[in-house]
């Protein structure tokens, strides 16, 4: 059942394409209806999503391939059969979850956006970094307006409640080897302003690291150039904050997904090899998850691949891994050269 939210959306678009006497009413017209659409601008701001420039490429694409009908056209506006398929799709999403949800939200269709593969709808997503994973992750876990038992939170409890996490976490870390590159992401990102602290700014911490850049430069990794181009992104790329504004820098959902697949790991590993702490490298390790972030392309950008990290760090993991880079320091031994000895 489609939601009234999502209703009074589906009606200004045939209003609009009307108006504007298009012949057809397409994926790119939903998209861009949905900008405005409350569930969908939530789980978008979630994602990190720039909406303007989001908006913008989508008004100047429609304006620029959408037939319109001349005046004395008597012919309506004509759904596309993309249109059509990406609303039944999003009905069919729904029916799996119906004892939680009965209705059809904007950010569903969001999802189901995705399957219009070679749409420029989806183009447009993935150009500013959505993927379809960050949506329904978001859904599932009730950051969108899914409904469930509490209802939807307001902005500003997600607002808080974002902070809060952020401040956790440096608290949690703060002895650690991986505390103050946290803290010095968050606090890049609070001190320009920024509304998202990214997976980004995390890498471009961890660029200070000595344990990471020992990695990236056994992956022949030329960490300055790394450096400036996530630099260029986080600084170009990052919405700010507006003037005035009461709003705090927020975790995006690909931050929290890597702290959580690094502490992940030391839960999976730790016992078996005493280690206590998450490490440097083993957020490295977690950042390739995010395998449709800016910070993977960079990544890549240099010849850093997965395997390639894997294979430094070799079969016996981190404590491997830093037990031979200690054996390099001690011996002032290039650590591709003492591995291959090890």
């Known amino acids: 059942m489609i939601g009234h939210e999502l209703g009074v959306t589906l009606h200004q678009i045939f209003v609009g394409a009307r108006r504007a006497r298009h012949q057809f009413i397409t994926v790119e017209h939903l998209l861009l209806a949905l900008l405005d659409n409350p569930s969908a601008v939530e789980v978008l701001r979630a994602c990190a999503c720039p909406i303007e420039d989001l908006r913008s490429s989508l008004q100047d694409f429609v304006s620029a391939h959408t037939p319109v009908m001349s005046q004395s056209s008597e012919i309506d506006s004509l759904p596309t059969l993309g249109f059509h398929r990406v609303i039944q799709r999003a009905q069919m999403h729904v029916q799996p979850r119906s004892s939680r949800q009965t209705e059809v939200t904007g950010a569903d269709v969001l999802v189901a956006i995705f399957g219009e593969k070679d749409s420029h709808a989806a183009y447009y997503l993935h150009q500013q970094g959505v993927t379809r994973l960050d949506l329904t992750t978001c859904i599932s876990r009730g950051i969108a307006s899914a409904q469930g038992e509490g209802g939807a939170e307001s902005p500003g409890e997600q607002d808080r409640k974002g902070e809060e996490w952020l401040d956790r976490l440096i608290e949690q870390q703060r002895d650690s080897e991986i505390g103050p590159l946290i803290a010095q992401a968050v606090a890049q990102a609070r001190q320009a302003r920024q509304e998202f602290v990214t997976v980004e700014h995390l890498l471009l911490a961890l660029l200070d690291s000595a344990s990471v850049a020992q990695v990236l430069r056994a992956c022949a990794c030329n960490i300055e150039d790394l ?89 016996g993991g981190i404590g491997k891994f830093e037990q031979v880079s200690s054996h390099s320091r001690q011996h002032q031994h290039p650590l591709q050269c003492v591995m291959e000895e090890a």
């Open 227 to 315: 450096r400036k181009g996530l630099q260029g992104f986080v600084s170009d790329r990052s919405p700010v904050l507006p003037p005035g504004s009461q709003a705090h820098t927020q975790p995006t959902l690909g931050f929290m997904l890597v702290v959580q697949r690094a502490v992940m790991t030391l839960v999976a590993r730790g016992a078996s090899n005493g280690q206590e702490e998450v490490t440097g490298v083993q957020m490295l390790q977690a950042i390739f998850g995010e395998s449709d972030s800016q910070a993977v392309y960079c990544l890549h950008q240099q010849g850093v691949m997965w395997p390639d990290v894997s294979k430094v760090i070799g079969p």
